[in-house]
């Protein structure tokens, strides 16, 4: 058996865009709808939010309720298992708020034509 960092194994569940952001939104509001999470985070489009909410479900951070109605109602919420996330979650939540203001009062206006010289060299185009 393969000895490996579980710290990467907890990243790969969570890595990802929009992994993280959906947790949050499900935390902070409960159960909620397709639709509701779609509305909560405008910048995801539907296929996105479909793949992501089914690998959180494969992992049992996410479950899924299907309510045989018409029409069809499907519920997502924190599994009882994904609730143990909650804490990590919401410190790099708070974290990450702290980086931002801490960047801005680091570098001010600069720090965004920083970090797209930054972006640009990572990507190869960047000026040395």
């Not at 919420?77 to 702290?98: C, F, H, M, P, R």
Request: proline content about 3%; some cysteine; hydrophobic content about 35%.
């Amino acid at each position: 058996m393969k000895q490996y960092c579980k710290f990467e194994s907890a990243l790969s569940i969570l890595i990802g865009k929009w992994k993280p952001v959906i947790l949050l939104r499900l935390i902070a509001n409960g159960t909620m709808r397709f639709s509701e999470l779609q509305k909560a985070i405008p910048d995801i489009n539907k296929r996105m939010l479909t793949q992501q909410l089914r690998e959180l479900e494969y992992h049992d951070i996410v479950r899924r309720e299907v309510y045989s109605q018409i029409p069809p109602k499907v519920e997502y919420s924190i599994s009882e298992y994904g609730k143990g996330l909650s804490t990590v979650l919401q410190a790099l939540n708070d974290w990450g708020a702290t980086h931002v203001e801490h960047m801005d009062a680091l570098y001010g206006e600069g720090r965004s034509e920083y970090e797209s010289g930054a972006r640009a060299e990572a990507e190869g185009g960047g000026a040395i």
